[in-house]
Antibody, heavy 121, light 113 residues
Framework: EVQLVESGGGLVQPGRSLRLSCAAS????????MHWVRQAPGKGLEWVSG????????GYADSVKGRFTISRDNAKSSLYLQMNSLRAEDTALYYC??????????????WGQGTLVTVSS | DIVMTQSPDSLAVSLGERATINCKSS????????????LGWYQQKPGQPPKLLIY???TRESGVPDRFSGSGSGTDFTLTISSLQAEDVAVYYC?????????FGGGTKVEIK
């Protein structure tokens, strides 16, 4: 059974940093690209970042470029999102999502339950 | 970035009736070399993560009821629920993956009339 379990969310002050993690199981992690997608309270889905199976292809939404860094550790079946210089508008539920292929980026065939990030003073 | 525009923002349909959701992309998501539309549809029920319904614009994901169908090509796409059931109340999103910068539509909320 495919499982994606996000962690690391919480309340953080503007300008500070936070690191999200996603632990994957139930599939061969290094066979697939992975993504972070966020959803602000009451709003729609926004793709944040994606990474191919070998980290050879990495993409970011313009809204987070230069502030967020995606990475993965295939030996640990884990995906990460380092978020720096956080802003109030980064407040959202952050989902980890599995791509359907190794590379490039296609559709997302499984999603975790999400971890909530709240940026507020 | 490719902008995805969905319409309507919400719709109310009677049980057993057809629901139609539209999605328009700011540029074509049809890849000429393989004749595939890089377009997916997701369903998100309250308090749940999104679930993949349709990919390649018209291919139903395994386990998705056949009352859900996708159509369209190039820049204009449609998700149709042929006979709305109570469990179909949700927000539906289209997504393009033609570009490495994946983008989603704003969502369409489907309710029971």
């Amino acid at each position: 059974e495919v499982q994606l379990v996000e962690s690391g969310g919480g309340l953080v002050q503007p300008g500070r940093s936070l690191r999200l993690s996603c632990a994957a199981s139930g599939f061969t992690f290094d066979d697939y690209a992975m993504h972070w997608v966020r959803q602000a309270p009451g709003k729609g889905l926004e793709w944040v970042s994606g990474i191919s199976w070998n980290s050879g292809i990495i993409g970011y939404a313009d809204s987070v470029k230069g502030r967020f860094t995606i990475s993965r550790d295939n030996a640990k079946s884990s995906l990460y999102l380092q978020m720096n210089s956080l802003r109030a508008e980064d407040t959202a539920l952050y989902y980890c999502a599995k791509d359907s292929v190794a590379a490039p980026f296609y559709y997302f065939d499984f999603w975790g339950q999400g971890t909530l990030v709240t940026v507020s003073s | 970035d490719i902008v995805m525009t969905q319409s309507p923002d919400s719709l109310a349909v009677s049980l057993g009736e057809r629901a139609t959701i539209n999605c328009k992309s700011s540029q074509s998501v049809l890849y000429s070399s393989n004749n595939k539309n890089y377009l997916g549809w997701y369903q998100q029920k309250p308090g749940q993560p999104p679930k993949l319904l349709i990919y390649w614009a018209s291919t139903r994901e395994s386990g998705v009821p056949d009352r859900f169908s996708g159509s369209g090509s190039g820049t204009d796409f449609t998700l149709t629920i042929s006979s709305l059931q109570a469990e179909d109340v949700a927000v539906y999103y289209c997504q393009q993956y033609y570009s490495t910068s994946v983008t989603f539509g704003g969502g369409t909320k489907v309710e029971i009339k």
